[in-house]
């Protein structure tokens, strides 16, 4: 069965410093894996999505993520955090069983000025 | 990309009523999902919604409690039946269209009194 683990639920930086958002996940194989943000009361945003073509995913607003099999990560970047990506992070990867996104915990992101 | 409409964005309903959610898309899509957020919390994937068969329900969620219909490609309904305050949540449905595209509801906030 699939898991995934977000390391941190909260993650606090300043503006201008880099983003590291954490996400590790159980498979005996490689999935397919997507990074979610929420921001406050609004709904569901796709940063990014790896479906098993380059490691390196670069999705919008500047974040990229790296697929690492031998380490089974999927961490989110960005060099430069801006107070508009203070929000909710979720990795998500999709189950083998019936296309079913399969939510991480979530990591919490503040932006300090 | 598809484009869903949910309906209502928000309630507040009494204990013991049900409320019935709506999910309209603006393209045929396969494969359709209810999934609920509670306070603080997750995602949790409660069914997957089949266009002319019954809905396949998660582990702790019961058709009683959640009926879901799904009369065309386009359209499902979440019933929140026999409401009490541990209803209280975000419920959001969502899609997936091609290959890997996943698009979420703006979401229902559900409170129950």
């Known amino acids: 069965a699939q898991s995934v683990t977000q390391l941190d639920s909260h993650v606090s930086v300043s503006e201008g410093t880099p983003v590291l958002l954490r996400c590790n996940y159980s498979?005996?194989?490689?999935?397919?894996l997507f990074w979610y943000v929420q921001h406050p009361n609004k709904g569901l945003q796709l940063l990014l999505k790896y479906t098993s073509a380059a490691t390196l995913v670069k999705g919008i607003n500047g974040f990229e993520a790296e697929f690492k099999k031998s380490e089974t990560s999927f961490h989110l970047t960005k060099p430069s955090a801006h107070m508009s990506d203070a929000a909710e992070y979720f990795c998500?990867?999709?189950?083998?069983?019936?296309?079913?996104?399969?939510f991480g915990q979530g990591t919490e992101l503040s932006v300090k000025p | 990309s598809a484009v869903i409409s949910q309906k209502p964005s928000r309630d507040i309903c009494q204990r013991g009523t049900s409320l019935t959610i709506q999910c309209q898309v603006d393209s045929q899509v396969t494969m359709m999902f209810w999934y609920r957020q509670q306070p603080g919390q997750s995602l949790t994937l409660i069914a997957t919604?089949?266009?002319?068969?019954?809905?396949?329900?998660e582990s702790g969620f019961v058709i009683d409690k959640f009926p879901i219909s799904r009369p065309n490609l386009t359209f499902s309904t979440l019933t929140v039946s026999n409401m009490s305050p541990e209803d209280s949540s975000i419920y959001l449905c969502?899609?997936?269209?091609?290959?890997?595209?996943?698009?979420f509801g703006s979401g229902t906030r559900l409170t129950v009194v």
């Open positions: 998500v990867p999709l189950s083998s069983q019936g296309g079913k996104l399969i």
């Open positions: 919604a089949n266009q002319g068969s019954e809905a396949t329900y």
């Open positions: 498979s005996s194989y490689s999935p397919s």
């Open positions: 969502s899609v997936v269209y091609g290959d890997y595209g996943y698009t």
